[in-house]
């Protein structure tokens, strides 16, 4: 069965300090991968996506960036943390070419983020 | 510009209500919309709906889909303290996920 992970589970970073997010996925193979971000009580909304290695697409002009090294890995970064970047990132994969771009998407557990 | 927007924002009702969650949608080259329920944590999906006037069902929660007026309704019959959350629409366009805000449900015992 496929699962998926991320971490860490929650974060404390001061303003201007670096980021990194890993998420991982196991059991599927060629996943399109997605970061998102939600703010306490709204929606999600997609930061980037990826359908292949190295392939990104970024949605939202930030100072944030996404890296896919290997095929069931995805990588969200920033040089320099904003205290608008706090929030809860959300990692989610869903079926690959063969499965159909339109299928139903799973989430991992979520790294809650604060920047001071 | 792509578009989900759910209604009611929020909702509290007592266990044993029936409520009715509302998803409307502009999307190009729509694929799919998806229901998914959110606790704490990350989301669970609930359905995937991709033709007309077809419910699908799950214990006391069933959804339909109107590709026609654009739009999907969630319900949830009796309804019990375990089912308050956040609960958010997603619709899919190729390699897509457009969420709507969520409606956040409280049921109260």
């Known amino acids: 069965s496929q699962t998926i992970h991320q971490w860490p589970a929650t974060l404390v970073q001061p303003v201007g300090s670096p980021l990194s997010l890993e998420c991982t996925v196991e059991g599927t193979s060629n996943p399109n991968l997605y970061w998102y971000r939600q703010a306490a009580g709204r929606g999600l909304q997609l930061l980037f996506y990826?359908?292949?290695?190295?392939?990104i697409s970024s949605e939202v002009p930030q100072n944030l960036s996404a890296s896919r090294p290997q095929d069931r890995q995805f990588i969200l970064s920033s040089k320099k943390l904003l205290l608008s970047d706090s929030g809860f990132y959300l990692c989610?994969?869903?079926?690959?070419?063969?499965?159909?771009?339109?299928?139903?998407?799973?989430f991992g557990p979520g790294t809650r983020l604060t920047v001071l | 510009e792509d578009k989900v927007v759910q209604s009611p924002l929020s909702l509290v009702v007592h266990e044993g209500d029936t409520v009715t969650l509302n998803c409307s949608y502009e999307?190009?080259?729509?694929?799919?919309l998806l229901w998914y329920k959110q606790e704490k944590k990350a989301p669970t999906f609930l359905f995937m709906l991709?033709?007309?006037?077809i419910e699908k069902k799950s214990g006391r929660l069933s959804s339909i889909l109107d590709k026609k007026e654009l739009f999907s309704i969630l319900n949830i019959t009796a309804t019990q303290t375990g089912d308050s959350a956040i609960y958010l629409c997603?619709?899919?366009?190729?390699?897509?996920?457009?969420f709507g805000t969520g409606t956040r449900l409280k049921v109260l015992a």
């Open positions: 997603a619709v899919v366009g190729p390699y897509k996920y457009i």
């Open positions: 991709t033709s007309s006037g």
């Open positions: 989610a994969w869903s079926g690959g070419l063969a499965g159909g771009p339109y299928n139903e998407q799973f």
């Open positions: 999307v190009t080259n729509f694929r799919s």
């Open positions: 990826s359908v292949g290695i190295g392939q």
